[in-house]
């Protein structure tokens, strides 16, 4: 037995309201997709991909996936594929670890780095187990001062 209850249908005013605001978002979204390089400081891995600017400054941000003596290979992702950066520096770095490097670029996708921001692999899990622990400690509040109405499809204010 199928029991169908009717749901009192959104006025057209919210529904209008709900269009205009999800096109601005949309427009934002495309905006900074299109306009996100020219602002940015420094040339980051999807213009060295493209057009390689010899000499210049670029930032470069990725994953340390092998060191040797006197610097690191930073794997780098842009366009579904992986660009590998050299970086020659004396800073300690482990395998895992994310690195941010300004640097000026050479041949061969060589960093001469300026300055060099690591983020330790153990650093980084302890970021993403913290915050699931905090998602459900508001999940456990959310759920002691609401409850979900499936037959009217909402939240109500527990008592």
Sequence with gaps: MIIMTKLSPIPGKRVIIILILILILSGLCIYYYDNINQKQAYPSTGAVVNYYPLGEMVSVSGT????????????????????????????????????????????????????????????????LVRSFIAFLFLLFIFNRYWRFDFKKYEFNRRR
Excluded: C, H, R
């Design 64 to 127: 340390v996936s092998e060191t040797f003596q006197g610097g690191y290979y930073v794997d780098d992702y842009y366009m579904n594929q992986v660009v590998t950066f050299k970086v020659y520096t004396d800073q300690k770095v482990e395998i895992g670890d994310k690195t941010q490097v300004l640097a000026v670029l050479g041949p061969d996708y060589q960093l001469k780095p300026t300055k060099i921001i690591i983020i330790e692999k153990w650093s980084y899990q302890f970021l």
